[in-house]
């Protein structure tokens, strides 16, 4: 099957998503204030998300200092799984401290633009607003020890430091989004 969505290369879809802090969160704005976004899809059930949440935070903290930051994107429909309401995004990231922002995309439309399919996603995103990588976080969804290739990171640094990503995309594993009916 065919990947729908925004092409590594092409601006990313832009996004004004309401967030766990209660404010209004737009692609625009992280663009003003940060030299690369990382956009990652989310969920508050899946258990490879729980796999890659400290290792996320991790990221968050590495790369706060340097014009990096992560934003967490919930898409999943929360008509058909009540553990994705709002109400328990802000839950769930007091539970697991997160270190980012946390937003709702109760529309899905977000998520069809950037062609996510799967929970944990990244996404990179530098500072023209131009998508310079799509995929996994890196290659061990289980095992933060046993990590070879840390696709975010590495795509992270080639952005901060003006360098081309390789590879562009990864295969995605993980959960997948529940899409509305």
């Not at 258990?47 to 990096?68: N, T």
């Not at 944990?120 to 969804?141: C, H, K, M, T």
């Not at 360098?163 to 995309?169: F, I």
Request: charged share 20%; proline share 5%.
């Amino acid at each position: 099957m065919e990947k729908t969505g925004t092409p590594v290369g092409s601006y990313a879809p832009d996004f004004e998503l309401p967030g766990i802090d209660d404010r209004v969160h737009h692609l625009f704005d992280y663009l003003q204030n940060w030299q690369v976004i990382g956009v990652v899809f989310l969920s508050n059930h899946c258990p490879e998300v729980f796999s890659y949440l400290d290792r996320l935070k991790q990221i968050q903290a590495q790369f706060e200092h340097q014009g990096f930051t992560l934003v967490g994107i919930n898409a999943n429909d929360a008509q058909q799984d009540s553990e994705e309401s709002f109400n328990n995004m802000k839950r769930f990231a007091l539970e697991k401290q997160l270190n980012f922002p946390y937003l709702w995309d109760s529309t899905q439309d977000v998520a069809h633009g950037f062609g996510a399919e799967r929970t944990p996603e990244a996404f990179v995103i530098d500072r023209q607003g131009v998508l310079r990588y799509s995929g996994q976080i890196d290659d061990n969804p289980q095992e933060a020890n046993a990590v070879s290739v840390p696709y975010l990171q590495n795509a992270i640094i080639a952005v901060l430091s003006g360098q081309e990503v390789n590879p562009k995309s990864t295969q995605v594993n993980g959960c997948a989004i529940h899409w509305r009916n």
